[in-house]
């Protein structure tokens, strides 16, 4: 299969809608911080990402249309010259604040909360994803303004990095129009799908509630 897709949108900007919208309209899988919940032979690969080592993209991803989401948008930059001919979607927020608002109640406290020692899996995936975030994202996560600092330089190195005939901007609201102009795909007669609202991950993520 070949990624027509990179997503290059943080988590927390409905890439999970997206993911979903984007499996719709290309028939395939897309690569989502959920796949790699399921995949635990996964987390070195992305492990090794991180400490700067190349990875192999075209064969990594070979059984996916699309990515969104962390971990993979750590690395938009390497996956999308790796798929030069896949549209790179940047999903976002309708404000740094906004995302913030999202992103500390959400991503952030599940980063804090305590992993069962003897559960290796989630271990090492914690393990990974804290390095990633650290080193890709910022140190200052759990910092509002360091996090919103690194959200909105994020955004911005990609919009200066990719051509604007291969990018689109996208924000949750935004519906199917955009996606299906830039993928040459008929919009579907289906509602957008929207999901994992803020409420929908602190459920899933065993969270208390406010």
Not at 97 to 124: C, H, M, N, Y
Not at 190 to 195: A, G, L, R, V
Request: aromatic share 10%; charged share 25%; proline share 7%.
């Amino acid at each position: 299969m070949t990624l027509r897709v990179v997503g290059a949108g943080l988590g927390r900007t409905g890439t999970h809608s997206l993911k979903l919208a984007l499996e719709q309209l290309l028939g395939g899988p897309c690569y989502h911080m959920s796949e790699l919940i399921e995949r635990e032979a996964d987390t070195p690969v992305w492990a090794a990402a991180t400490r700067g080592e190349e990875v192999d993209w075209p064969g990594f991803l070979a059984e996916f249309a699309a990515t969104v989401d962390w971990p993979a948008c750590a690395f938009w930059e390497p996956i999308a010259a790796a798929h030069p001919d896949a549209v790179v979607v940047l999903s976002m927020r309708e404000s740094p604040e906004a995302w913030w608002r999202s992103f500390e109640r959400t991503i952030a406290q599940a980063l804090q909360k305590a992993v069962p020692p003897e559960d290796e899996g989630w271990v090492e995936r914690r393990r990974m994803v804290l390095a990633m975030i650290e080193s890709t994202f910022t140190p200052d996560w759990r910092s509002r303004d360091g996090a919103i600092t690194a959200y909105i330089r994020h955004n911005d190195r990609v919009r200066e990095t990719v051509p604007a005939d291969r990018l689109v901007e996208y924000r949750s609201g935004d519906g199917w129009e955009p996606l299906c102009a830039a993928l040459g795909v008929e919009i579907p007669e289906e509602p957008f799908p929207h999901t994992n609202r803020t409420a929908d991950f602190r459920a899933s993520s065993g969270l208390e509630e406010d």
